[in-house]
Nanobody
Framework: EMTLVESGGGLVQPGGSLRLACVASGFSVHIYSMSWLRQAPGKELEWVSTISSRLSGSRTEYVDSVKGRFTISEDSAENTLYLQLNNLKTEDTAMYYC????????????RGPGTQVTVSS
């Protein structure tokens, strides 16, 4: 059975940083493209970032609003996907999820319970 469990969220001030983790079981994260998604209150689920499989070169993509601030990575030894969030803004406040697949697939794929990121002064 495939499971995903996100962690690492919290309350931070604008300009702060967090590191989100997504522990996977039932499959190896480095074999698949993996994505981070987020959903702000009252808004639709939004794609944030994707890392391609290791075989495809672990290429990364980001939504324009987070480019230069967020970094996606994976650790095959820990079978964990990460998202480093730097220079956080209030508009980054959302529930963050990880999912298997590239952008369009991940938006429809099963997700973990999510981890809440709240950016507020």
């Amino acid at each position: 059975e495939m499971t995903l469990v996100e962690s690492g969220g919290g309350l931070v001030q604008p300009g702060g940083s967090l590191r989100l983790a997504c522990v996977a079981s039932g499959f190896s994260v480095h074999i698949y493209s993996m994505s981070w998604l987020r959903q702000a209150p009252g808004k639709e689920l939004e794609w944030v970032s994707t890392i391609s499989s290791r075989l495809s070169g672990s290429r990364t993509e980001y939504v324009d609003s987070v480019k230069g601030r967020f970094t996606i990575s994976e650790d095959s030894a820990e079978n964990t996907l990460y998202l480093q969030l730097n220079n956080l803004k209030t508009e980054d406040t959302a529930m963050y999820y990880c999912a298997k697949g590239t952008r369009s697939y991940a938006l429809q794929a099963p997700r973990g319970p999510g981890t809440q990121v709240t950016v507020s002064s």
